[in-house]
């Protein structure tokens, strides 16, 4: 005769087995971070946490980053502006320089060849604030 206990322990055993197997899904909460240094990336950088939209000033704690980037690894999904003004000016803003700022998607980057506003440029050493944004 089949028990009511070996059809609750089957299906219980089952239910089990398919939540362990299911990936888990990367929490919303979990903050996207940026890859920054002054070698090449991946090896020797700082990993930095980033609000979408909020500007990253290289002050404080990454004061000595300030005008030091040479590499950057920004997150599939993200586009990271690198700027060499702090408080993220941008071209045609403020005193801002032409060509006074970079956008990168993601991917590993060297600065000394990313593109710039009127094609490649050389934008090493030049970084000052950051500001990065989900595609």
């Known amino acids: 005769?089949?028990?009511?206990?070996?059809?609750f322990a089957s299906t219980l055993a089952a239910v089990l087995a398919l939540a362990?197997?299911?990936?888990?899904?990367?929490s919303p909460?979990?903050?996207?971070?940026?890859?920054?240094?002054?070698?090449?990336?991946?090896?020797?950088?700082?990993?930095?946490?980033?609000?979408?939209?909020?500007?990253i000033n290289l002050i404080g704690g990454l004061s000595f980053l300030d005008k030091e980037i040479s590499g950057a690894i920004v997150p599939g999904g993200f586009v990271c502006t690198f700027f060499q003004d702090f408080g993220c000016i941008a071209t045609g803003t403020g005193n801002a320089?032409?060509?006074?700022?970079?956008?990168?998607?993601?991917?590993?980057?060297?600065?000394?060849?990313v593109p710039g506003l009127s094609g490649p440029i050389n934008f090493n050493d030049l970084t000052s604030s950051i500001s990065c944004s989900p595609v």
């Open 20 to 26: 362990a197997a299911a990936p888990a899904k990367p």
């Open 97 to 113: 320089p032409t060509n006074s700022e970079v956008v990168l998607v993601g991917g590993t980057w060297h600065m000394s060849n």
């Open 29 to 55: 909460d979990v903050p996207a971070t940026i890859e920054i240094g002054s070698g090449n990336c991946p090896t020797g950088g700082v990993t930095v946490p980033v609000v979408s939209d909020a500007c």
């Open 1 to 7: 005769m089949f028990s009511y206990k070996t059809l």
